[in-house]
């Protein structure tokens, strides 16, 4: 495993492009920590702080700061799919399995680099949480301060999910433009199945379904945190009231995508003739 990691860590780093988009994708979540300390004057009327509402209090700076450091994941899917497409282009996948590397082998690298870099990802944010609730929050209780931490593993299967995802679609598609045109069909794609069944049948059907399906049960892992904001600032709406918490079904799911990916991919590329 460490010899295959080295080898994709390796080529990952002499490419200057995927240098740039890994930094960027690991700078990015800082941003939060600049956001709390961020003062907003509305025209001398008052100045919004966003550290002192209390978003970054423990419990809930763990759901916070997960959910917005995902919407970043982005950048680094851009590596992903580079990943496989320069494989392509450049000819070095044939170079590979000539020197030695096996199919399996190939994608596993590829997979280790996934799990390697969104591990990295989550200590980060983990780190950065840590040190906003230490620093915002009024409770200093343990019990409090690890309550919900499950939203740090729920973000590193979510990462893992979803990249898996971008290394499928590169293999699928051999180039970079096109598996992520592809993700972006597959999310247009699953709203499409949720509208027909809602039309046909009813929505509570549309909606258990459109949960089973890859980009869904991803999101579905961590939820917006805005609805559970309010709640707290409105305790007296019970309308505002909704599920936020991390299920094992739903990480059970993504879990099992993950590996279908994974396997397709092994598939897809043992069943090409290179």
């Avoid at 931490?149 to 979803?162: M, Q, R, S, T």
């Avoid at 258990?208 to 609805?227: A, G, H, R, Y």
């Avoid at 019970?238 to 993950?258: E, F, R």
Wanted: hydrophobic share 55%; charged share 15%; aromatic share 18%.
């Amino acid at each position: 495993m460490i010899r295959l990691l080295q080898l994709e860590l390796q080529k990952l780093l002499l490419n200057r492009t995927s240098k740039i988009l890994i930094f960027i994708s690991f700078i990015l979540p800082l941003c939060v920590i600049v956001l709390s300390a961020i003062k907003i004057n509305f025209f001398g009327f008052f100045t919004l702080e966003l550290g002192e509402l209390g978003i970054f209090n423990f419990p809930i700076v763990w759901h916070i700061t997960t959910y917005f450091s995902a919407l970043f994941k982005f950048f680094f899917a851009i590596v992903v799919v580079s990943m496989i497409g320069n494989e392509y282009s450049n000819k070095t996948l044939k170079q590979n399995l000539i020197d030695g590397l096996s199919k399996k082998e190939f994608i596993l690298s590829k997979f280790y680099a996934i799990v390697f870099f969104s591990l990295i990802s989550t200590l980060i944010i983990f780190c950065i949480s840590l040190l906003l609730g230490l620093i915002y929050s009024s409770y200093n209780e343990i019990n409090i301060i690890i309550r919900e931490i499950e939203f740090l593993p729920a973000y590193f299967v979510k990462l893992v999910g979803f990249f898996s995802f971008c290394l499928f679609l590169g293999v699928l598609a051999k180039r970079s433009a096109f598996a992520l045109a592809f993700l972006f069909v597959d999310f247009i794609f699953e709203w499409i199945i949720f509208g027909l069944i809602s039309w046909k049948f009813d929505m509570a059907l549309a909606t258990k379904i459109q949960n089973f399906l890859p980009l869904t049960s991803m999101s579905n892992l961590i939820k917006q945190p805005f609805q559970r904001v309010a709640m707290s600032k409105f305790p007296d709406k019970n309308s505002l009231d909704y599920d936020y918490a991390v299920h094992l079904d739903t990480t059970l799911i993504v879990l099992a995508w993950t590996a279908i990916f994974i396997y397709f991919s092994y598939a897809l590329l043992k069943k090409r003739d290179l």
